[in-house]
Nanobody, 126 residues
């Protein structure tokens, strides 16, 4: 079992920045590919970004490329999502997720992930 707890969400103006954190516990963190997903009101949960076990490889959804950056610190069992140049359409609940399967540089699917955090709300005002 892996337990995931997100933090760092909040209210920010368009153009602003936030950094989300996801702390993991329970198993060897470095064995897991980590990803961020988000769910806007009334919409399905969408893939945002993913990072490999070592952190050497990352992949992003087109909608966030160049603005959001995923990273991890295996010594701290934490994955981060640095969010810059935020837009109102980034408003959503952000979830971190973990899986043991190898890193995939493409659109990751929700069903591929076994472990999920509870989510953290990000609201971007115009």
């Amino acid at each position: 079992q892996v337990q995931l707890v997100e933090s760092g969400g909040g209210l920010v103006q368009a153009g602003g920045s936030l950094r989300l954190s996801c702390a993991a516990s329970g198993r060897t963190f470095s064995n897991y590919v980590m990803s961020w997903f988000r769910q806007a009101p009334g919409k399905e949960r969408d893939f945002v970004a993913t990072i490999s076990w070592s952190g050497a490889q990352t992949y992003y959804a087109d909608s966030v490329k160049g603005r959001l950056t995923i990273s991890r610190d295996n010594a701290k069992n934490t994955v981060y999502l640095q969010m810059n140049s935020l837009k109102p359409e980034d408003t959503a609940v952000y979830y971190c997720a973990a899986r043991r399967e190898p890193f995939f540089a493409g659109q990751n699917l929700e069903l591929e992930y076994r472990y999920w955090g509870q989510g953290t709300q990000v609201t971007v005002s115009s």
